[in-house]
């Protein structure tokens, strides 16, 4: 099982950045897929959940309205877009996988994770 | 929301030592309550899922109780690897899905 983000890097307030997950090793299509973020020295902080059909999105309240995530079962690939940046949204993104079944609802996957850095 | 508070948020210990830490949820959450362990600049690793399933490959040292409103992560004879940040997460209420803030092990 392997997760890769792409696309984190330093951006100004105001900004827009698109991160990229590529998925490998299991069966991506029946994974719900999350964004989970970790400012500097804090915990972790839930982003957003994207089901394994794309027909169920839920986000934290502290990006709905900016950002935006989807994927692309063809590829294998899970995307966050990220508008009207703020500096608190300087953090590493990871994404992470959720078989999402009533036997596991669990993030069993991680990949290791993009920095984005909000700054002027 | 399901608010989840962890104690203690920093623990000193040995090596060979048994500790526990504990995850209280502002609501019944079921059995969806996981926990990861997370080392410095590394991605959180699942150790336990539906609050007492172990993680394929996961040490059995690592072991988790729990129902309810209160869940518990025991490591049983502490190993120089196991020092790290540890997140209990409900999956039970959502969204949002919540982590509880970290606790902190450190080496005594």
């Known amino acids: 099982v392997q997760l890769v983000e792409s696309g984190g890097g330093l951006v100004q307030p105001g900004g827009s950045l698109r991160l990229s997950c590529a998925a490998s090793?299991?069966?991506?299509?029946?994974?719900?897929m999350n964004w989970v973020r970790q400012a500097p020295g804090k915990g972790l902080e839930w982003v957003a959940y994207?089901?394994?059909?794309?027909?169920?999105?839920y986000y934290a309240a502290s990006v709905k309205g900016r950002f935006t995530i989807s994927r692309d079962n063809a590829k294998n690939s899970l995307y966050l877009q990220m508008n009207s940046l703020r500096d608190e949204d300087t953090a590493v993104y990871y994404c992470?996988?959720?078989?999402?079944?009533?036997?596991?609802?669990?993030?069993?996957?991680w990949g290791q994770g993009t920095l984005v850095t909000v700054s002027s | 929301d399901v608010q989840l508070t962890q104690s203690p948020s920093f623990l000193s210990a040995s090596v060979g030592d048994r500790v526990t830490i504990t995850c209280r949820a502002s609501?019944?959450?079921?059995?969806?309550l996981a926990w990861y362990q997370q080392k410095p600049a590394k991605a959180p690793k699942l150790l336990i899922f539906?609050?007492?399933t172990l993680q394929s490959g996961v040490p059995s040292r690592f072991s988790g109780s729990g129902s309810g409103t209160e869940f518990t992560l025991t490591i049983s004879g502490l190993q120089p690897e196991d020092f790290a940040t540890y997140y209990c997460?409900?999956?039970?209420?959502?969204?949002?899905?919540?982590f509880g803030q970290g606790t902190r092990l450190e080496i005594k």
């Open positions: 539906a609050a007492s």
């Open positions: 992470a996988g959720d078989p999402d079944t009533p036997m596991k609802r669990v993030f069993d996957s």
């Open positions: 090793g299991f069966t991506f299509r029946t994974y719900s």
């Open positions: 997460q409900q999956l039970n209420t959502y969204p949002p899905i919540t």
């Open positions: 609501q019944v959450i079921s059995s969806y």
């Open positions: 994207i089901s394994d059909s794309s027909r169920t999105i």
